[in-house]
């Protein structure tokens, strides 16, 4: 099946993938190399043996994917964990952990599962001059989002937002987006975007901030449209997160049945009616991809401005499906703060 062209107005070029959940901890091999249990709750997708020692040596040659591709695609992802209050199903009242405190539940995300496919991991264009974008040098890593969003410090939606799927958000026509989760009511969806950068400055595989070795595209608003800044030169391939929460009886807040006091495992604020969860939204991403399916990826669909759903890479060929991960469960600990 050859994948259809992408709309005016929307995606220059794009692939979209599939993943399952691989496992939850609290580790982080780009921020806390080596350091077991020193970051919040992850939800983690890709490599399945990914952990705080993970390096590109052992994520590109060990393990299995938990996305399309399997070892094609041995990269990791990972976002905090998205927690709600747990409540009594009975009689809705709050319930504590064992310690005595407000107790929370993780919220799953709708990922994986090829009956019920949910693309949340996109790969596409982020300049104009799609020739001019290269693949993804293998071992990049890279954080989009900050852990550091609060009230007064929100961030800026065209890089990490929230959003009601009722309220049928779009860049071209209808712009609502949130930097906090908004209270979206059953059996609507809560959807969460992260933008990653897509510029490299042609030399570093990460940084001391591991953001400083990448950037985002500029508009010039002159002929050459979107372009990449003179100090990070070299235009990639686009990664995007892309995740659904369905706002069911199970996690709702029963007295609105919303997203209403739902949180972020990162958030290092109170969350309350009045100040919603959310703006620590970030993502991670570490890349294990082979280096010949990224190239089909982008010589297939990104520079062909087609529009590739379910793995298909355009050249006669689809990415395998998604697997299972151990979708073990850890303790919430500190409100998913960790240890």
Known sequence: MQPDATNDNSWRGIMRINCDL?????????VYPGQKDAAHLHRFYGNTLLDENSDIASLFTSGESSCQGNTLNRSAYWVPAL???LYDPQTSQRLTDESGDPAWQIVPAVVGGDDEAHEIFYYSAGVDDLSSIQPI???LKMIAGSHMGMPGMEQDTSIVRWHCQSWESSDATNPRWSASIPECTAPDRLRMDIFFPSCWNG???DSADHKSHLAYPVN??????TVCPASHPVPIIRVSFHYAYGVKPEVYDPQSRSSRGWRFASDMYEVSTTTPGGMSLHGDWFNAWHPEALQAVLDGCIRQRLDCHDGNLANGYRLTGTRPGSQNDVPIVNKGMGY
Not at 22 to 30: K, L, Q, V, W
Not at 220 to 225: A, F, L, S, V, Y
């Open 203 to 205: 030399t570093d595989l």
């Open 22 to 30: 691989s496992h939850s901890g609290y580790n982080d091999p780009i």
């Open 83 to 85: 927690l709600a209050p």
């Open 220 to 225: 010039t608003g002159g002929p050459n449209g």
């Open 137 to 139: 040098p293998l071992g």
